[in-house]
């Protein structure tokens, strides 16, 4: 595969092919479908991507899926093809003219599948089950490709569901116990179940620098909210007889909401019911204070494709303004255009 240089703007076109629901394979070419929809990723949600599309003509696919790959000339001079997403589609509405016929067409995303199923009963999932194993069954039993980072995390309790129950609820229960972000979708509409890592723990995936090949544009906010993040974080677990506590504080001198930085604690708790030992409370106590003080600083930028998504972490600058930060990318929203321009929100990492 030849290598591309996106700190290079580069211009692309699309292809939209049709995905078999029942087998995941492509069917044929969607060549009604016009460029200009839009896409849009936020970790914050459940289904954790959406979009819209306009079709020429009507448009009939039923339960299968839509690709979409965005096509672009690598360094050789040879085309790259890449899947950005692959998703459920819903024509919404119609508009009819003389000589033709519009149709609005709604993006859902592939985990749609898990949102929509229920516990027609109640389910229990017995202490010593692995729980991302478990979770990747229970995709998987739905007929759902996945991608699963390896755990051997084993319930230390029985874990009841009650009917009615989304899939998608158990699936993402199972992944908290284990520490890993909730359920996730790659561009070929897979399933992804991977270990949380505390962003303030990974390196930049992807820098946006200004200068000569600077990729977005001059038009970025920020915004700050921090009058009650909090420093510390205290978990209790709600089976020990003991009363077992786990605390984590923000110590961080670099941190400007750490207790050493205010001069007071503020303090966040919370009671958990399947906590291994106290080890186990204190790193969930720090991930938990990590999410919570995450969510101070945003800024949101507008720049041309970049290879990255939601949940990277990535470095930006702007000397002009003597902007500078490490940020997790929250969300996405890209436009189906030449430039595939994306307006992407990041939230400020203190490290």
């Not at 003389?98 to 229920?118: D, F, I, M, P, R």
């Not at 544009?217 to 205290?234: G, K, Q, R, Y």
């Not at 990318?329 to 255009?337: E, N, P």
């Not at 321009?341 to 939230?347: P, Q």
Request: charged share 20%; net charge negative; with cysteine.
């Amino acid at each position: 595969m030849a290598s591309i240089d996106w700190h290079i703007p580069r211009e692309g076109v699309y292809r939209f092919r049709r995905v078999s629901y029942a087998t995941r394979q492509e069917i044929e070419e969607l060549s009604s479908i016009e460029p200009g929809g839009t896409i849009t990723r936020n970790t914050n949600t459940d289904l954790k991507e959406s979009g819209k599309l306009t079709a020429v003509g009507p448009l009939s696919i039923g339960d299968d899926l839509i690709r979409i790959y965005y096509v672009v000339e690598d360094d050789d001079g040879g085309e790259e093809a890449m899947a950005i997403a692959t998703m459920h589609a819903s024509v919404e509405s119609s508009t009819y003219t003389s000589a033709t016929e519009t149709c609005t067409v709604t993006l859902y995303s592939a985990l749609l599948t898990l949102q929509g199923a229920e516990l027609t009963a109640s389910l229990t999932i017995p202490s010593g089950t692995v729980a991302v194993s478990q979770a990747a069954a229970l995709i998987t039993g739905l007929g759902l490709p996945v991608i699963a980072s390896p755990s051997a995390k084993a319930l230390t309790a029985d874990r009841s569901y009650d009917a009615g129950s989304t899939y998608l609820k158990v699936v993402n229960d199972l992944l908290d116990f284990a520490g890993y972000w909730s359920a996730l979708v790659d561009g070929w509409g897979r399933v992804v179940l991977a270990p949380y890592e505390a962003p303030a723990d990974r390196s930049s995936v992807w820098d946006f620098r200004d200068g000569e090949n600077c990729i977005y544009l001059p038009d970025v906010s920020t915004t700050t909210d921090a009058f009650s993040v909090p420093n510390v974080c205290i978990l209790t677990s709600s089976t020990s007889g003991a009363g077992l506590i786990g605390t984590y504080t923000n110590a961080d001198p670099a941190s400007p909401y750490s207790t050493v930085s205010r001069g007071r604690s503020i303090a966040m708790t919370d009671t958990v019911s399947d906590a291994v030992d106290q080890a186990d409370l204190v790193t969930r106590a720090k991930i938990k204070l990590a999410t919570a003080t995450s969510a101070t600083e945003i800024t949101t930028i507008k720049h041309a494709y970049a290879p990255v998504s939601i949940g990277d972490v990535v470095g930006f600058a702007w000397g002009r303004h003597s902007l500078a930060c490490d940020g997790s990318v929250q969300s996405q929203d890209i436009s189906l255009v030449p430039s595939a321009t994306t307006t992407t929100v990041l939230k400020r990492i203190w490290r």
